[in-house]
């Protein structure tokens, strides 16, 4: 007895289906085929039940990891390189978060020369922007952090990039908070309140921040040693970096601020 594959219509002969002509196969090889298929169908829905508990147990992973630092950064400085992507992760929000504050400022500051009459097509182009602002502050978040990890190196601490990676983002972890706060205040309009809140956040986090994990690091190596000096050329050596890329940058951000100064006035 023959099966056709698609209606399974039964017949004895042939090598399609008289029904609907797809093509015939044995009864015992359909049986197995739908059973393989029942199989794959399983294992499937097991795939994808078990993606989901993994992404659930990541959030969840991530939000103690989280909450545990914004009670105590100090705990930053016992992480490992096996907490390189939640401190990286960290770093991405902080970076996100600040832009949007930003975006959202410039908005709110278009709404209210409108006269509160600023429909959806003419805010501020949202991905464009933002994607400036991101890099912006990627890159000087990598003049900070890298600033820090050469003198972590002049001090002869043994520490590898992931491990100091993990360290420095989860240190982020209180800034992030006055970014979101940031963007609540972006929301609402407030410029002094904004750019206060975002002041302070870039000033301790990418200045206080490098100094205190080069300290930290100087004192595990010695604790006689240069700790002070070494923390201090760490402002220099970010001087230097932020000097040499910002010449490079510097002409292309300036033609980006007047084109949005333009756009929102």
Do not use: W
């Not at 029904?19 to 059973?35: D, L, R, W």
């Not at 829905?45 to 990891?65: C, H, I, L, P």
């Not at 300290?215 to 006689?224: D, L, R």
Request: charged share 10%; net charge neutral; with cysteine.
């Amino acid at each position: 007895m023959l099966v056709c594959t698609t209606c399974h219509h039964q017949q004895d002969t042939g090598k399609f289906c008289g029904a609907c002509g797809a093509a015939v196969i044995p009864a015992g090889e359909a049986s197995n085929a739908g059973a393989t298929a029942g199989q794959v169908e399983v294992a499937a829905t097991t795939a994808a039940g078990n993606t989901s508990s993994d992404v659930k147990a990541g959030f969840q992973s991530y939000g103690s990891y989280y909450f545990s630092l914004l009670k105590n950064p100090t705990l930053a400085f016992q992480s490992s390189r096996n907490h390189f992507l939640s401190g990286f992760i960290t770093l991405l929000i902080y970076a996100i978060s600040f832009s949007l504050s930003i975006y959202f400022l410039a908005n709110s500051l278009m709404r209210s020369f409108m006269g509160g009459f600023a429909s959806t097509e003419s805010t501020l182009p949202f991905f464009e922007l933002n994607f400036r602002l991101v890099i912006i502050i990627a890159i000087t978040m990598a003049i900070s952090l890298l600033s820090a990890y050469i003198m972590v190196k002049v001090a002869k601490n043994p520490i590898d990039f992931q491990t100091f990676l993990a360290q420095i983002g989860g240190l982020a972890v209180p800034f992030t908070g006055l970014n979101v706060l940031a963007i609540l205040f972006g929301l609402a309009g407030s410029v002094s309140l904004t750019m206060y809140t975002l002041g302070t956040s870039l000033l301790l986090y990418l200045l206080f921040v490098p100094v205190l994990m080069v300290y930290e690091k100087a004192y595990v190596v010695a604790k006689q040693g240069q700790r002070v000096y070494l923390s201090l050329a760490t402002v220099v050596v970010m001087t230097i970096l932020s000097y040499v890329i910002g010449r490079i940058m510097l002409a292309e951000f300036l033609s980006d601020v007047e084109d949005l100064l333009y756009y929102v006035l």
